[in-house]
């Protein structure tokens, strides 16, 4: 009996929340059966059995079938669910809304995603922090980090005034989650560690790391952040066991391939695979379009650039891909149209010029690198990518002087609360 508590309590994890209150063996067992086979990204069994909860239970299988679709590409049934959910008046409602958010996220629609969570940034609960996070994410994505800073926060203060406990697997995440965005990698490693003790602990020894596929992705995304190759895709691998079918756990290995040592015949087939499963993954057609630009191919890379576009018309990356694109196709109206666009959507991305440096490094433009990365530099001064660019890209230049003076400029901004440090548990970070 313990031991199938212990399975179905890992199971949850594949939801947006732990959004249940009743206790875990009052779940049926169709349920418990549907949540264990969407952990493990067995999509057609999990549908099948999730469709067929009635009861009580129902909102909770609505909110799982509303994943299983979202992982899939199948957007307008996952919407439909999730939609279904939102009606109830039960724990799914929050977390069923933050999915709805993420899915129209995913499709461009940011404003109207940003307008569905805002009356609910207020929420108590494992919902409540679901709404919040997504809030975030999508607030920095539109340029607005400092309306999200506030948001993020409130997770650092729920696990200072132990609303998040040492116990608390799911809620130590989002707090690892909000401090990776809040850009305090420090703070999130430790979050994502102390939730991987939780579910060790939880689990009476019987894990040996985190079983939650969502915690290892955020933490990959995070190593892959600082070109940590190696690690990122140790803990890749460690998803893809539990859950082989993750798309995109997929499309995060096939990046690193490429940052580790541009094995772009791996990568090209990772994307495939990802593809087959979630034909909707549009970073899976930046990454193509970006094995694409190194080989100067353009014709395949803007086929593939438009391709994803028509998935999510406002994406960053694909919207710097196609400025990439006109870049080094010497095509200076289009460049500048192309650039208008990025900025349009976001006046602080400067992540899309170091998008467009790196294609035109492999091209040896080095003049050219330096002013794109003087420029992201002076959009986003704490833009620590764009300056570790720029200084790599002077000294490869041979200008060892402007290097040294880029150091003496980019000293470390000193933490205070609003930067994370000291919600620590004992201080620090």
């Not at 724990?91 to 999915?99: C, G, H, K």
């Not at 080094?328 to 602080?348: C, E, P, T, V």
């Not at 764009?386 to 890209?393: P, R, Y």
Request: net charge neutral; hydrophobic share 45%; glycine share 8%.
């Amino acid at each position: 009996m313990k031991r199938a508590c212990l399975a179905l309590c890992v199971a949850l994890a594949v939801l947006p929340g732990r959004v249940i209150a009743q206790p875990h063996g009052a779940v049926s067992g169709v349920l418990a059966s549907g949540l264990e086979a969407a952990r493990v990204s067995d999509y057609s069994s999990a549908e099948k059995a999730l469709l067929s909860v009635q009861g009580a239970d129902r909102p909770l299988a609505l909110l799982a079938l509303a994943r299983v679709m979202f992982e899939q590409g199948r957007f307008s049934d996952a919407q439909k669910y999730a939609t279904q959910v939102i009606s109830t008046a039960g724990p799914p409602r929050l977390a069923a809304l933050a999915l709805r958010a993420e899915i129209l996220g995913a499709v461009g629609s940011v404003d109207e995603a940003i307008k569905l969570l805002d009356p609910s940034k207020d929420a108590p609960g494992v919902g409540g922090r679901r709404v919040r996070l997504e809030l975030g994410e999508l607030l920095i994505r539109t340029g607005r980090r400092a309306d999200a800073e506030p948001i993020l926060l409130r997770f650092a203060d729920e696990y200072g005034n132990d609303s998040i406990t040492s116990a608390d697997a799911e809620g130590l995440a989002m707090v690892g989650r909000a401090m990776q965005l809040l850009r305090h990698p420090k703070d999130a490693k430790h979050a994502y560690d102390e939730a991987e003790k939780a579910e060790i602990a939880a689990s009476g020894g019987a894990l040996h790391g985190s079983a939650r596929v969502e915690t290892l992705l955020w933490r990959a995304d995070q190593f892959l952040d600082k070109y940590n190759t190696r690690d990122a895709g140790q803990v890749l691998a460690e998803a893809l066991k539990i859950a082989p079918q993750r798309a995109d756990a997929m499309l995060m290995l096939a990046r690193a391939q490429i940052d580790d040592s541009y094995d772009f015949d791996a990568a090209e087939k990772l994307v495939r695979e990802a593809l087959a499963v979630n034909p909707k993954l549009k970073g899976a057609y930046a990454v193509r379009a970006g094995i694409d630009l190194r080989d100067m191919n353009l014709d395949t890379a803007n086929a593939a650039i438009d391709a994803g576009l028509a998935i999510d018309p406002n994406d960053l990356e694909l919207l710097s891909l196609r400025a990439a694109a006109r870049f080094l196709a010497d095509d200076k109206q289009g460049y500048d149209a192309a650039k208008s666009a990025i900025f349009s959507r976001n006046k602080d991305f400067s992540e899309g010029l170091g998008i467009i440096g790196e294609y035109a490094e492999w091209e040896h433009r080095y003049d050219d690198v330096v002013a794109m990365m003087k420029e992201a530099v002076a959009i986003d001064p704490k833009d620590s990518k764009a300056w570790a660019q720029l200084g790599q890209t002077q000294t490869r230049a041979g200008d060892e002087s402007a290097r040294r003076s880029r150091h003496a400029r980019a000293r470390p901004v000193p933490r205070s609360r609003s930067c994370g440090g000291p919600w620590r548990k004992g201080g620090g970070s």
